[in-house]
């Protein structure tokens, strides 16, 4: 565990490496061999600042590339990547991209995000793509973004109307309480608390979770990773938030980089990053949890109220048709030419002014994540907040306790700074009953460190693996701006024997995470970027785990003590993918877009229908696509058997009573949709419960 910044530093052949690496992925930042905007400097320093296993993993990739030895296995001389020609250096890099070998897949993967999402985060990289400045501080320069003439959600039957339920009462939720929330400036050395209820983790889970304690008048006490921001701390840049809001700052991956894992990591998680999707759990998911796992308490009757009270609380709407942007017009034209099925979706949102930086926190306070609904309810029925608390383990104090109280626990963090991830206070929260809601990789590895693993633990990982499909159209679309996702096309979301498929969106496109996105180096990848603005990105999500029980996915505690995050894709899983590739490649064309990019490497581009199989056949193997998930969910799935489940149907983890999980790693199999309202609804369906 890190005691604060760890001292890093180039050699001078890594520099060198890494200078030769840059000016391979960026050339056109180089005047005579020179470096003129230091980027070097700044993926160092972004270096320096990064968690140490990712330092270390990067500096050992530097190495890897630099030596002899890896020239050697590569090109069979055993030539220094510095030492080489330009163009040979081009040649070796690409000739990586594409290698049989896994590792050099994933090195060539590893280094190529790690410079471009440095650059592309920059001033300098934003302008050279002709990206305006945040919203907050100019004028709307596009129709789709700024204030609409009405608020999306304010007529309280929306959700009654786009659920086919009776109407939820709303009412304005409560300021946070600042005395309710304890920083890590607020603390030093050892602190001790008691507590009726520890929530550990403020997400779509924990948030909920915690307001339904504290509101039945139980003592809360919350503890969250992240850090406490606030509208005024969201500068809508993307240098700014990313290394803040986003767990390992935004560099958490599969072991074999193959996946990149965006999760939230700051008070309210998800909630506060996410692109607002509102999507009900799928009728066919509900009954294969009830029919496969057992779970019988978890069908309509059970849940749907839940999902209608979560609906109301955090405003869902379905924004007005003129609040949409080109990138969701394009869904529902394309769908319409082909006649596929595509719908308007909810969003949590109030006064949204379609800013389109919805993941790097909302300056507006329109998003109605934890942040501003449930955890100003819970602090204003007494609740506390720790942030920039780290949880380590949870000690069973007592083993046997009779009656109907549960066991005592003892849960230990440490409040570090958030800048510098110095230790500033112990702290220690005793409590009958603790709600775990760390997240999918969080939950299982506390559980891990506690000795509290096993069965199910850590197993039947499920991401929703994503890949996009850029199209490229006539006229500006500025995919920066507007608000994300509200549309869906779910023609194939039940396309295979087994009932899985995929579904297409259309998410924001924020530079740094579209230079990570597209494939390529040097001049073809500028050229990419330097489109942006006539950019429309679909991406194709799909329910992972078809026809397959086995587990696909793992999060595991190293005897190190690295957390290590494995996926594959079964063969169907890959069918699918490949299947939804060529979909939203087609629906692009339907929908008027020039010319299709894919995100596999090497690049397959299309203009016509004819050129559509070549991006359907297209590898999808570990880091020859690229692919990534913010939908991290079944490391410690419900159900009645503990050697493949974490948690009984009553959300406790086996064997272990008043110990609860709610968050992403109950769902049983892949939801098939954004599950953010299927865990904020399971949330409230076991708090309340438990609560009696």
């Not at 500025?478 to 969106?505: K, N």
Request: include cysteine; charged fraction near 20%.
């Amino acid at each position: 565990m890190s005691n604060g910044l760890h001292s890093f530093s180039l050699n001078s052949a890594q520099r060198s490496t890494l200078t030769a690496l840059v000016r391979t992925v960026l050339p056109h930042l180089f005047v005579d061999s020179t470096d003129r905007n230091g980027l070097v400097t700044l993926v160092e320093n972004r270096l320096r600042i990064a968690p140490p296993h990712v330092t270390d993993d990067i500096a050992k990739a530097i190495n890897f590339f630099g030596s002899r030895a890896g020239g050697l296995l590569v090109t069979g001389r055993p030539h220094r990547f510095a030492a080489l020609s330009s163009a040979t250096q081009s040649r070796i890099y690409q000739a990586w991209s594409v290698s049989a070998l896994p590792v050099a897949r994933t090195v060539h993967q590893a280094l190529r995000r790690l410079i471009l999402t440095t650059w592309y985060a920059t001033d300098e990289g934003q302008a050279e793509l002709g990206v305006h400045p945040p919203l907050h501080t100019r004028s709307p320069a596009v129709a789709w973004e700024g204030p609409l003439l009405s608020d999306l959600a304010s007529n309280v039957d929306v959700v009654a109307r786009a659920t086919s339920r009776a109407e939820v009462p709303r009412s304005k939720p409560p300021r946070a309480i600042p005395g309710a929330v304890n920083t890590a400036d607020s603390l030093s050395g050892d602190v001790v608390l008691t507590a009726d209820v520890v929530v550990i983790g403020s997400g779509a889970g924990g948030a909920v979770a915690a307001a339904r304690f504290a509101e039945a008048g139980r003592e809360v006490v919350i503890l969250e990773e992240g850090e406490y921001l606030r509208a005024v701390d969201f500068t809508e840049l993307e240098r700014d938030m990313v290394p803040r809001l986003y767990a390992e700052q935004g560099m958490r991956a599969t072991v074999d980089a193959s996946v990149s894992i965006l999760q939230g990591r700051a008070v309210g998680g998800g909630t506060t990053v996410n692109w607002m999707l509102m999507l009900r759990p799928l009728d066919h998911v509900l009954e294969e949890w009830t029919r496969t796992f057992h779970l019988h308490d978890f069908g309509g009757a059970d849940l749907l109220p839940h999902l209608d009270r979560v609906g109301g609380e955090v405003h869902a709407g379905v924004p007005p048709e003129e609040a949409l942007s080109p990138s969701n017009l394009a869904i529902f034209r394309g769908a319409h030419a082909l006649r596929w099925h595509a719908r308007a979706e909810m969003i949590n949102a109030r006064g949204c002014i379609r800013a389109g930086t919805c993941s790097l926190g909302c300056r507006y306070d329109a998003k109605q994540g934890g942040l501003l609904t449930y955890l100003p309810r819970a602090f204003s029925a007494g609740a506390r907040l720790y942030s920039s608390a780290s949880v380590e383990r949870i000690e069973i104090v007592e083993r046997r306790v009779r009656g109907q109280t549960p066991p005592r626990k003892r849960v230990h963090a440490t409040v570090r700074d958030p800048l510098t991830r110095a230790p500033k206070a112990r702290l220690i929260v005793d409590a009958p009953i603790v709600v775990l809601a760390a997240g999918a990789v969080g939950t299982p590895v506390i559980l891990q460190r506690s000795g509290l693993g096993g069965g199910g633990v850590g197993r039947y990982l499920r991401l929703h693996p994503t890949t996009g499909v850029m199209g490229r159209y006539p006229e500006e679309t500025y995919p920066v701006a507007g608000i994300p996702q509200t549309a869906v096309c779910d023609e194939f979301v039940r396309r295979d024997q087994h009932g899985y498929g995929f579904w297409i969106e259309c998410p924001g496109l924020l530079p740094a995470i579209a230079s990570a996105a597209l494939q390529g180096c040097g001049a073809e990848h500028r050229a990419l970027m330097n489109q942006l603005r006539h950019t429309v990105p679909f991406i194709v999500l799909v329910r992972d785990g078809s026809g397959i029980e086995a587990s696909l996915g793992s999060v595991d505690l190293g005897r190190d003590g690295r957390v290590r995050i494995r996926h594959r894709l079964s063969s169907a899983d890959r069918e699918n993918l490949q299947e939804g590739i060529q979909a939203a490649a087609r629906l692009h064309l339907a929908a008027g877009a020039s010319e299709v990019v894919s995100l596999h490497t090497p690049i397959v581009r299309t203009s016509t229908e004819s050129g559509l199989r070549a991006i359907r056949n297209a590898s999808v193997a570990p880091n020859r696509v690229a692919l990534f998930s913010a939908h991290v969910n079944g490391t410690c799935r419900l159900g009645v058997k503990p050697a493949t489940s974490g948690c009984s149907p009553t959300g406790e983890r086996h064997g272990v009573r008043g110990l609860y999980v709610m968050d992403g790693s109950l769902l049983p199999t892949a939801p098939g949709v954004n599950p953010q309202w299927t865990i904020m609804a399971m949330a409230s369906l076991l708090a309340t419960r438990a609560i009696g």
